[in-house]
């Protein structure tokens, strides 16, 4: 060390100056230690490996430093911290080898070096070089740290393919250039292309016709010179009158040119004495020819009937009336659509509801395309097995009870667009017996499922889809599949004489009684236990129109003891029902079986009186039977081997006893 160099200090002088820096002091100056500095130790030399050399494979060198070497000046210019060794300490030397022991053997031999041909490496879209290789020299230089240059084998380029040699022999020859002659030539096409076309004249040759000169018109005779009015005034003198204005034109209508008016015929004699008339023209255009003209009336009957088209004008009250109302257009095109070809619920709700923009006519497609398809499930309903049903589940297999008809009326409903509610509910239905004298009336219980729909107006309609699709014999265990439209078109009172709602606002009365209790309910019309309804068949009554709530004696049972005549008497839905618009066509005659007192006599047939509209007959007490045997009213629809319909009152008497017959049941009751 010379004596120009300056002299160390120890860390605690260095540390002391510093901390008297931060709090502003002057610096003070550290007392020397009287040691020299240790000299720092030479770096141990390495050996050069020379198995593979060192190559660089990515990146431009910019500084090929040794990468031991310690680290240079940084970007900011300030050197870092010398290395400082504690005062008084020197570093111990390292210990000595331990002597090698002479041996005779020679080293082993190392194991032969496998060829780099033998090294298959697998194709990547990515680089194939080794991560190390990407770093470049740059970034080594730049932050001043020691640099690992990447190693390159043999190996890592195997699976390399290098592009061919290019040889310019494999080339195409190129075209020859164009000549001077050439582009002008070509030029001159184009220029030529785009000038206009020059005008031609063609000279048909055209046969000319000689045209006489028509007759020159005979000359007008002079007119007179207009004779200006003149009057004389008080003073006698004259003055001329302004001319006066021509009378206006009268107003003349549109229809007096000739639109559809036929033309005025005038009668004119010919020179041989004959007449002929001729049109005379009134100045406007021709009439319209009426034989190209659509018929209206084919193009209506391509459409769905509705039923406010379907009404006659005369009687404008039975769109009001569903019993009178005629659905035949949605009864027929709900039978199109079976239930093995639709794919969904709102598929099928599309289909149906699309022809009609009606809500009734729109709710009564659905009525009837559940009669068409979905059956009552008699075997289970008899075992009592039911299962709790979807929509979806009626609508693949077809069978269902109450509850089935009633949800899957409603899915099709608001897929539609209709307001449908499912009601649940006692039902007068299959199993329902009156109570015996003297039977308690039972609790309140649920037995059936219908629907609550809105239809036109915004009226809420009750409809049991289940009851008119059929209906179940329990005895024989079958299901008689027929459509009973009254389940769809009696009024809500009448349908709350055999349906009871759990929910009591949904009896939506229209007799202003918003619920009748389940008293009323169970003991029916008559108020008695023991009174049970008069047995109404199905079938005749909704064909021909007779109400089933109108028939008398209205109970089953008719007590024989008491002296005096019975009444027995029904009459038609409604009062502008009409048989041939709205039935089959006209009424059947109406007879009552009467057995005899014994039982074994020949029966008794008497036929009903009517006047269109209502059918009655009277019957003494003492002439109906005995107790225990049934009366019965029946329709005539075969009278000696020939339709029945449209046969008087008293044709009909006459043909008794002389003719035989045929019918069917319309009514039963019971002598008690």
Not at 28 to 51: C, F, H, Y
Not at 233 to 256: F, K
Not at 351 to 367: H, K
Not at 441 to 449: D, G, L, N, R
């Amino acid at each position: 060390m010379t004596a120009e160099s300056p002299q160390a200090q120890s860390i605690h002088s260095r540390i002391a100056a510093l901390n008297l820096g931060h709090v502003g002091r002057a610096p003070i100056t550290a007392t020397p230690v009287d040691s020299e500095p240790v000299a720092r130790p030479p770096p141990a030399s390495r050996s050069q490996t020379a198995n593979v050399p060192a190559t660089l494979s990515n990146g431009h060198i910019i500084r090929n430093s040794i990468g031991n070497e310690p680290n240079g000046l940084t970007h900011s210019g300030v050197i870092p911290p010398p290395t400082i060794i504690p005062t008084g300490q020197k570093k111990p030397p390292p210990p000595a080898l331990p002597p090698r022991k002479h041996s005779s053997r020679s080293s082993p031999a190392l194991p032969p070096r496998r060829p780099s041909g033998c090294l298959q490496r697998r194709d990547s879209s990515e680089s194939i070089s080794s991560t190390l290789s990407t770093m470049s020299a740059m970034s080594a230089g730049i932050n001043g740290t020691a640099r690992t240059p990447g190693l390159r084998t043999p190996s890592m380029d195997a699976g390399r393919k290098l592009a061919p040699v290019f040889d310019q022999s494999t080339l195409p020859p190129l075209p020859p250039k164009r000549t001077s002659e050439q582009v002008e030539k070509r030029y001159q096409d184009i220029e030529r292309s785009r000038m206009g076309l020059r005008p031609t004249t063609s000279t048909p040759d055209v046969a000319t016709t000689e045209v006489e000169t028509p007759p020159s018109l005979p000359s007008r005779p002079p007119q007179r010179p207009p004779q200006t009015p003149v009057r004389k005034d008080s003073a006698g003198a004259t003055r001329e009158l302004p001319p006066e204005r021509p009378a206006g034109m009268p107003a003349r209508s549109a229809l007096s040119f000739g639109m559809n008016k036929p033309p005025e015929m005038s009668t004119t004699t010919g020179m041989n004495g004959n007449t002929h008339k001729t049109e005379t023209s009134t100045g406007g255009p021709p009439p319209l020819p009426l034989s190209s003209k659509p018929d209206l009336s084919k193009l209506l009957a391509t459409k769905p009937k509705l039923a406010l088209e379907s009404s006659s004008p005369s009687q404008p009250v039975s769109t009001a009336c569903l019993c009178c109302r005629n659905f035949s257009a949605p009864d027929n095109h709900a039978s199109k659509f079976p239930r093995e070809s639709v794919p969904s619920i709102a598929w099928l709700a599309t289909q149906l509801v699309s022809p009609f923009t009606s809500p009734t006519d729109q709710a009564r497609a659905i009525f009837a395309w559940l009669h068409h398809n979905v059956a009552y499930d008699v075997v289970a309903f008899c075992s009592n097995a039911v299962k709790p049903s979807t929509p979806a589940s009626t609508l693949a297999t077809g069978l269902a009870v109450c509850e089935g008809y009633a949800g899957l009326f409603t899915a099709i409903a608001s897929n539609a667009g209709l307001e449908s509610l499912v009601v649940s509910g006692h039902g007068k239905g299959a199993g329902f017996s009156p109570l015996r004298p003297g039977q308690p009336i039972p609790a309140e219980y649920s037995t059936h499922a219908w629907n609550a729909v809105k239809i036109d107006n915004g009226k809420w309609k009750l409809i049991d889809c289940c009851w008119g699709a059929g209906s179940v014999c329990l005895r024989d265990k079958k299901y008689n599949k027929r459509l009973a439209t009254r389940h769809f078109t009696m009024d809500n009172n009448e349908f709350g004489l055999r349906h009871f709602p759990s929910n009591k606002s949904l009896f939506h009365r229209t007799d202003g009684r918003h619920q009748i209790p389940w008293d009323e309910y169970i003991l029916g019309p008559s108020g008695s236990s023991a009174a049970m309804l008069v047995t109404v068949y199905e079938g005749v009554v909704e064909t021909e129109g007779i109400a089933e709530t109108k028939f008398l004696p209205s109970t089953y049972h008719i007590p024989v003891s008491t002296s005096g005549c019975v009444r027995f008497q029904f009459e038609k839905v409604c009062a502008h029902w009409d048989p041939v618009r709205n039935g089959p066509g006209e009424p059947y005659p109406y007879v009552m079986r009467i057995l005899n007192a014994d039982g074994r006599g020949a029966e008794e047939l008497r036929v009903f009186d009517t006047d269109g509209s209502v059918w009655w007959l009277d019957v003494e007490n003492r002439l109906l039977g005995k107790k225990g045997q049934m009366i019965s009213i029946f329709a005539i629809q075969k009278l000696g081997g020939e339709d029945a319909r449209g046969v008087s009152v008293g044709d009909c008497r006459r043909a008794m006893g002389r003719k035989g017959w045929s019918g069917g049941g319309l009514a039963a009751w019971e002598l008690v």
